[in-house]
């Protein structure tokens, strides 16, 4: 299971592409993850310029500290609703 945020993230994504997808992303967002994370797999074995540099820019460490912060500020509004 994914926590809310990953799963609105996921339902974000899906917007972007169209209402039909933003549904799906809203219904079962962990597997419209895992779909994506698939096809993506996939896909790099072939030509996909676009798809390969944002792959690839998502390893950087720019992109890689924004996703540490993200999921501590996750973290944090967690811990705080929880002690409320």
């Known amino acids: 299971m994914i926590s809310p945020e990953i799963a609105q993230l ?7 592409i169209g209402e039909r997808e933003r549904k799906k992303a809203e219904a ?12 993506m797999r996939s896909d790099l074995r072939e ?5 390969g ?11 890689l500290n924004k996703a540490r912060e993200f ?7 967690t811990t705080e609703h929880r002690s409320e």
Not at 71 to 77: A, K, W, Y
């Open 71 to 77: 999921l501590e500020s996750q973290q944090n509004t």
């Open 47 to 51: 030509i996909s310029a676009t798809l």
């Open 28 to 39: 079962e967002p962990e597997v419209c993850l895992v779909a994506l994370l698939n096809r």
């Open 10 to 16: 996921v339902v974000e994504l899906a917007r972007l």
């Open 53 to 63: 540099l944002t792959v690839e820019f998502s390893f950087f460490d720019g992109s």
